[in-house]
């Protein structure tokens, strides 16, 4: 969770978190890539576009390189939904979390060990989709932690978190001190 969206989807008002930047930025100086995974139901739902999501992460970007961040590597999105008005979205895909995919796809991208991966998430759904692709997973309090997990045919993962920390300056100090 880098954001807050204070806004209905659409990303109108959103506000980077405090000391986002600076945690960002301790990772990225310690050789981590950052790489930005999540679910935009709102293109399966018509009320945005893919074009309209990566114009919202490249605003996102480009605020929190202003805020001081370092670059991040990658922003990869789910447009699909099971229940998709628009039907191109309609559909049970592998990239939607609490599935893996995304994390998957970024690292085969990337050339990234997911074993040796951390995946930080404010919803039990990023756990569990860091869970799925092997990574070892934090959860941080500061989203929407309490929203309900999404349900999927797939067999029940431990939604546990390796590390439960109060926002990603948290998540970060801990990874930085990981063997
Ligand atoms: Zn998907």
Request: some cysteine; aromatic content about 4%; hydrophobic content about 40%.
């Amino acid at each position: 969770m880098l954001v807050r969206d204070e806004g209905d989807a659409g990303g109108e008002r959103l506000s980077i978190l405090p000391k986002v930047p600076e945690a960002l930025h301790a990772l990225h100086d310690a050789g981590w890539l950052l790489i930005v995974c999540t679910n935009q139901p709102i293109v399966a739902r018509g009320r945005a576009t893919e074009g309209d999501v990566i114009a919202l992460h490249a605003r996102l970007d480009t605020e929190l390189r202003q805020a001081g961040a370092p670059p991040l590597t990658s922003w990869r999105f789910c447009p699909h939904h099971p229940n998709a008005t628009v039907a191109a979205y309609r559909q049970q895909c592998q990239c939607r979390k609490p599935r893996p995919g995304l994390l998957m796809d970024a690292a085969r991208d990337f050339d990234v060990e997911l074993g040796a991966s951390f995946m930080v998430g404010d919803r039990i759904t990023d756990i569990e989709a860091g869970r799925r692709a092997g990574c070892k997973t934090v959860q941080v309090l500061s989203g929407e932690h309490a929203a309900a997990r999404i349900e999927t045919p797939d067999d029940v993962v431990d939604g546990t978190p390796d590390f439960l920390g109060a926002g990603l300056a948290e998540a970060a100090a801990w990874i930085l001190i990981q063997p």
